[in-house]
């Protein structure tokens, strides 16, 4: 996905975001009700996604709005995090058939759209929620068991893996390491915030 940052050509977010809306170039599309292209601060330097939408996302054009996105909202207080002030989104941006994971192709087919939105968004870190975003972004055969918690670098962005929401909801053993990791991420984002403070952004 990396490689197809420096051939993008969309004049703006706007633009982008207009495309994606219309998109149809995988199977997906036909069965959502909406493309959920993500929301927030288009220019946050944090960034979290996920996979892709499930049922009230789909139904309500945005993404975390259903249980899982419930926890994620509250993890995001705890950790002192205003929502308004990140960017979410997901790998694919229609839901796939009853919360399925997407598939290669629709991976593919979608990842222009999330290349695109992290080259204008331009975070300093991205917070991946789950397998698909941590093997979308990081490694392909990376285990979010095995790797979540680490940090990587890619393009000069800061990534954490982490669980995604929904794994808390069906097994809350998770929520200690996940909340463990937003120790590390919020650690890593005040660094990030006071070094633009130093650099008068």
Same mark, same amino acid.
Request: hydrophobic share 40%; glycine share 10%.
């Given at each position: 996905?990396?490689?197809?940052?420096?051939? @993008?050509? &969309?004049?703006n977010f706007e633009q982008l975001k207009e495309v994606c809306l219309k998109c149809n170039k995988c199977p997906l599309? $036909?069965? $959502?009700?909406?493309? +959920?292209?993500?929301?927030?601060?288009?220019g946050a330097k944090l960034m979290f996604v996920g996979e892709g939408p499930g049922k009230q996302e789909d139904e309500m054009g945005r993404? /975390?709005?259903? $249980?899982?996105?419930q926890l994620l909202d509250k993890i995001l207080a705890a950790a002192g995090i205003? =929502?308004?002030? +990140?960017?979410?989104?997901?790998?694919v941006k229609c839901r796939p058939p009853n919360n399925r @994971?997407? =598939?290669?192709?629709e991976v593919e087919a979608c990842s222009e759209y999330l290349a695109a939105q992290i080259k204008f968004i331009k975070p300093a870190i991205i917070v991946c929620l789950g397998a698909l975003a941590t093997q979308t972004?990081?490694?392909p055969q990376a285990r979010i068991t095995s790797v979540r918690g680490k940090w990587f670098e890619r393009n000069g962005i800061k990534i954490l893996p982490t669980f995604h929401p929904a794994a808390l909801? =069906?097994?809350? $053993? %998770? %929520?200690r390491p996940v909340w463990e990791d937003f120790k590390?991420?919020? %650690?890593? &984002? =005040?660094? +990030?915030?006071?070094?633009? @403070?130093?650099?008068? /952004?």
């Open positions: 996905m990396w490689d197809k940052m420096d051939l @993008l050509e &969309y004049e599309r $036909a069965g $959502a009700k909406n493309v +959920v292209f993500g929301e927030g601060n288009p993404p /975390f709005v259903g $249980a899982a996105g205003n =929502r308004q002030d +990140v960017y979410i989104g997901n790998v @994971l997407p =598939r290669p192709n972004l990081i490694n909801l =069906r097994d809350p $053993a %998770k %929520k590390s991420l919020m %650690k890593v &984002y =005040r660094e +990030v915030n006071i070094e633009q @403070l130093t650099l008068g /952004f």
